[in-house]
Structures are given as structure tokens and as C-alpha cells.
């Protein structure tokens, strides 16, 4: 769904371009489009190169679901407080890109909440795995040293569960 935000801002340009806003409003317009994107600052090799003053201001590309949703939201924003601005498309209407404003910030809220309860089923399993005093790795660990203390390490039983590596990952 976020990788069709950037068409469907450059559509929301160009319908407020062909509805004849200031063109202050269209700077605006554009410079969210660029933020969306993630371009529209020359790097500053590219501006030494051409004897321009580099600009100060953020250096990385501010391109995360919730930045990007930021962004879109801020030029739904100016949208809605142009007056000029008409259109028949629904999903280019004001309620329209509202909506999807919205959903936007709804699916990053859902993933930030997924990868919260995923972090969460990884600590679990971690203690189940290698931390608690029962842990398959405390356990398996001891029964491979008890069976090679009861019957020897060159035993036909330690044979059988030598092969059994038990490894902790590391932290």
C-alpha cells in the first residue's frame, strides 16, 4: 500500500496544478512529494561540484512508513485548505485522501504492534530454549555429559547421542 503513495501524490499535484493554485502552494505540494520519495536534496559532493552552498538541514532520506505517512498526511493537509482544489475521482477527493491518510497510519500502527508481540515470542522462546533451568539446552547438555560419564566416550550409547550438538547463539 505505501509503495502506491508516491503516484498517488504525484497525481494529487498535478490535479492541483491543473486547478490553478498559487504556485506557492504547489512548492509546498512538491516539496512533500520529494520528502515522500526520499529525494530533492543534492548531496553535498554534487553541490561542491557545481560551486553551490551546500544546505544544512537533514542529511538522511526520511523515508520510514511513519515519516512517509507523516508526509502524505501534511500534503492531504494542504490539500484540504486549498479551496481551488477540485476533482471527481474519489480517491483523489478530499475525504477520499483522508482515508487513506488514515489507513496509512493505521497499518504502521499494526506493524509496529507485530513486531512488538514478535520481539516478545522471541524473548519466550529464548528462555524456553537456553535460559530457565529446565531449558531444552540446560537439559540436553547434561543428559549427552551424563550419558558419556555412565557409559564412556567411546560407548555405543554415546555414539548414538554424540551427534546431538546443543549451541547456545549468542547475545
Known amino acids: 500500500f505505501f ?3 508516491p503516484k498517488l501524490a504525484a497525481s494529487v499535484i ?3 496544478d491543473a486547478s490553478g493554485v498559487k ?15 526520499g529525494s530533492g536534496r543534492k548531496s553535498i559532493i554534487e553541490a561542491a561540484a557545481e560551486g553551490e552552498a551546500p544546505t544544512k538541514g537533514p542529511r538522511v532520506a526520511q523515508l520510514s512508513y511513519e515519516s512517509r505517512a507523516d508526509h502524505f498526511a501534511r500534503l492531504v493537509q494542504l490539500v ?5 482544489y477540485m ?3 474519489p480517491e483523489l477527493s ?3 485522501l483522508k482515508a ?16 512488538v508481540a514478535w520481539s516478545n515470542a522471541r524473548i519466550t522462546r529464548n528462555e524456553t530454549l537456553y535460559s530457565a533451568e529446565e531449558a531444552i539446552y540446560v537439559v540436553g547438555r547434561a543428559a549427552r555429559k551424563y550419558v558419556r560419564a555412565i557409559f564412556g566416550p567411546n560407548s555405543e550409547e554415546f555414539n548414538q547421542v554424540k551427534r546431538y550438538v546443543f549451541k547456545k547463539p549468542y547475545d
Open 14 to 16: 498535478l490535479t492541483l
Open 23 to 37: 504556485a506557492e502552494t504547489l512548492h509546498d505540494a512538491r516539496r512533500f512529494f520529494k520528502l515522500l520519495k
Open 100 to 115: 487513506t491518510s488514515k489507513k496509512l497510519y493505521s497499518l504502521n500502527s499494526a506493524v509496529v504492534k507485530a513486531k
Open 94 to 96: 478530499v475525504p477520499g
Open 3 to 5: 509503495r502506491d503513495i
Open 80 to 84: 484540504a485548505s486549498e479551496s481551488l
Open 87 to 89: 476533482t471527481n475521482e
